[in-house]
């Protein structure tokens, strides 16, 4: 039988964590080996664990304890199971669900680049992407199309934002991810094989569908924050800049949109052959 926890006191210290706790608190920079982030909804949850995320409590509606709820549950094993009507829930977290089910889950350990890239061909970086509903829907678009791994620069948003997380379909589970180190990443890049596109909006640039592109061995697609995109030294230091050819006077797409098309092209393209 689970481990099922009627919520009848909102105040619980037990429930901080869905109610209370911001994404910062959760990450809890002072004691990493503590640190949590939350999943939303069977799908999610089902696939951090099959990634080997750790739970630590599940929130969900009543109902779903022995609904769609159930095989998640069992293979939680004896972790409390808080539960009330929808209504209730949405009363303690301050937002409707999706799905009725929430899951708290202890945040794994990160690889470090070297071994993350090891047999990779395609990787994408993320330079300052500070919008956890695009970064969420860059990972979905590296899932689908062929990226290897994501590298990240600390000052942009966490994967395991819970927006970001429920975007990007747990596809942040999916797909190896880590920081890049502070200073030269190209250097770091370059030192394992790769060479780096910049996806920018410069005149002197390479198609997108330039077959070069889709020939190089390791290639790193370079993508920057929103609004300003890639810092004039990343484009600089990079070894190819690329543009996406657009029509009726468009001059840029929204980073994650970018990002779709260009994995597309360079990574899924670049790796079968067509």
């Not at 669900?97 to 990779?120: F, I, K, S």
């Not at 330079?127 to 990972?139: K, R, S």
């Amino acid at each position: 039988m689970p481990n099922a926890i009627p919520i009848t006191d909102f105040n619980a210290p037990e429930l901080d964590i869905y109610a209370r706790l911001t994404e910062n608190q959760l990450l809890n920079r002072a004691d990493p080996s503590n640190a949590l982030f939350i999943c939303e909804s069977p799908v999610v949850i089902e696939r951090a664990l099959d990634a080997g995320c750790v739970p630590v409590s599940l929130l969900m509606e009543t109902k779903h304890i022995t609904g769609k709820g159930a095989a998640l549950i069992e293979r939680c094993g004896d972790i409390p199971v808080y539960h009330a009507a929808l209504s209730v829930l949405t009363q303690l977290t301050g937002f409707h669900l999706t799905r009725g089910m929430l899951c708290a889950m202890r945040r794994p350990a990160l690889p470090t680049v070297e071994g993350l890239c090891e047999n990779a061909r395609r990787v994408a970086v993320l330079e300052n992407v500070m919008n956890p509903t695009n970064l969420g829907a860059i990972f979905r678009s590296a899932a689908a199309l062929g990226v290897d791994a994501v590298l990240l620069t600390a000052a942009g948003s966490d994967p395991l934002y819970r927006r970001a997380v429920r975007v990007s379909m747990g596809t942040v589970f999916q797909v190896p991810w880590t920081y890049l180190p502070d200073g030269d990443w190209q250097q770091t890049l370059h030192s394992l094989g790769f060479q780096t596109a910049a996806m920018a909006l410069c005149e002197d640039t390479l198609s997108i569908a330039d077959p070069r592109l889709r020939e190089l061995e390791k290639l790193a697609v370079v993508l920057g924050t929103e609004g300003d995109g890639l810092a004039p030294s990343t484009i600089a230091a990079c070894d190819y800049t690329v543009k996406i050819p657009m029509t009726h006077g468009v001059d840029s797409l929204n980073v994650a949109a970018a990002s779709a098309v260009a994995f597309y092209q360079l990574c899924l393209m670049g790796t079968d052959g067509r």
